[in-house]
T-cell receptor, first 119, second 114 residues
Framework: GAVVSQHPSWVICKSGTSVKIECRSLDFQATTMFWYRQFPKQSLMLMATSNEGSKATYEQGVEKDKFLINHASLTLSTLTVTSAHPEDSSFYIC???????????????FGPGTRLTVT | AQSVTQLGSHVSVSEGALVLLRCNYSSSVPPYLFWYVQYPNQGLQLLLKYTTGATLVKGINGFEAEFKKSETSFHLTKPSAHMSDAAEYFCAVIFSGGYNKLIFGAGTRLAVHP
């Protein structure tokens, strides 16, 4: 089956530093990847939609200059949290679709998540 | 406004009992509907989905869900709970015109007792 990996699985960083999280589709090409944020015991909130070779589309309220997303290839998207602060501590999850276009029946495959702790 | 609601943030059942997790959506046009399961510190795994066709959908691990347009519901069931079913369950929806964005419900934590 389709597998999505994330690296690192967890990271601790100091306030003011930047952290990069990678999301890879291992056995399929993902024209679209999604980044979610999940607070403890809460649901997933979509942060942005990333299409290969184009700029990401951010959800309302998400700071695009703080959460930099790059989708340079069909198998890799990265999320960089710039100048991280303790309030950015969260569980970040990516997903990838194995199809293009607007057909919503294409399944999204989720990565295992990255737990970010900012001290 | 379009929304998805999961009734009950916590559900507890005995092993072997029926599992029923509720999901309702608010939309005039039937959306695409999904159920995902999340184990601790892991990503999400798709249990089942409804896009078109038969309204009773069977998924993995013995789960099934029925789309009821008249009730705007997509409840998840399993006839007999197993200890390994203990996890967080999310109902998710892609609304018509929603640009394929998954909108998640708040989640239901299922506990299974011996």
């Amino acid at each position: 089956g389709a597998v999505v990996s994330q690296h690192p699985s967890w990271v601790i960083c100091k306030s003011g530093t930047s952290v990069k999280i990678e999301c890879r589709s291992l056995d399929f090409q993902a024209t679209t990847m999604f980044w979610y944020r999940q607070f403890p015991k809460q649901s997933l909130m979509l942060m942005a939609t990333s299409n290969e070779g184009s700029k990401a589309t951010y959800e309302q309220g998400v700071e695009k200059d703080k959460f930099l997303i790059n989708h340079a290839s069909l198998t890799l998207s990265t999320l960089t949290v710039t100048s991280a602060h303790p309030e950015d501590s969260s569980f970040y999850i990516c997903s990838a679709r194995d199809g293009g276009g607007w057909d919503a029946s294409y399944e999204q495959y989720f990565g295992p998540g990255t737990r970010l702790t900012v001290t | 406004a379009q929304s998805v609601t999961q009734l009950g943030s916590h559900v507890s059942v005995s092993e072997g009992a029926l599992v029923l997790l509720r999901c309702n959506y608010s939309s005039s046009v039937p959306p695409y509907l999904f159920w995902y399961v999340q184990y601790p510190n892991q990503g999400l795994q798709l249990l089942l989905k409804y896009t078109t066709g038969a309204t009773l959908v069977k998924g993995i691990n013995g789960f099934e869900a029925e789309f009821k347009k008249s009730e705007t519901s997509f409840h998840l069931t399993k006839p007999s709970a197993h200890m390994s079913d203990a996890a967080e369950y999310f109902c998710a929806v892609i609304f018509s015109g929603g640009y394929n964005k998954l909108i998640f419900g708040a989640g239901t934590r299922l506990a299974v007792h011996p």
